[in-house]
């Protein structure tokens, strides 16, 4: 098996356990310091924005894929829920957008990810409860 065809297996699988649709979902890879890094990113299919869901680091991008597959089964058991309302700069429209993180920290890092901090105003981040 080629790492093309695992890369696209491991893809294919972490997305259909998101339950995402093709397309809200990109899987960016660079390098850094020798590893790779996956960023995870989910793409809101109602205002268009992006959002980063996860990063992984590892040797090549298979062992990312495999290491974000991993967490992706397990994540709701090990973090919190958080809806956070904002508007970006020059919209009237107040959005609401759900992440889980560790922490409310965690949940607007992702939210921000690759933003300019002024682009975005938050009017809230809460706590939600567990079921």
Known sequence: MTDEYEVARLQREIEQHLGMEPGNLRFEYRQLEGQTRLDLITVNPRHHQSFLFRYETGHDEVDCLRKMQDYVRRYRDNE????????????????????????????LDKLYFGRDLNAITVFSVVLNPSS
Do not use: V
């Open 80 to 107: 919190s829920s958080f809806t956070l309302q904002w508007r970006t700069r020059g919209d009237k429209e107040l959005q609401t957008s759900y992440f889980r993180a560790h922490n409310a920290y965690e949940a």
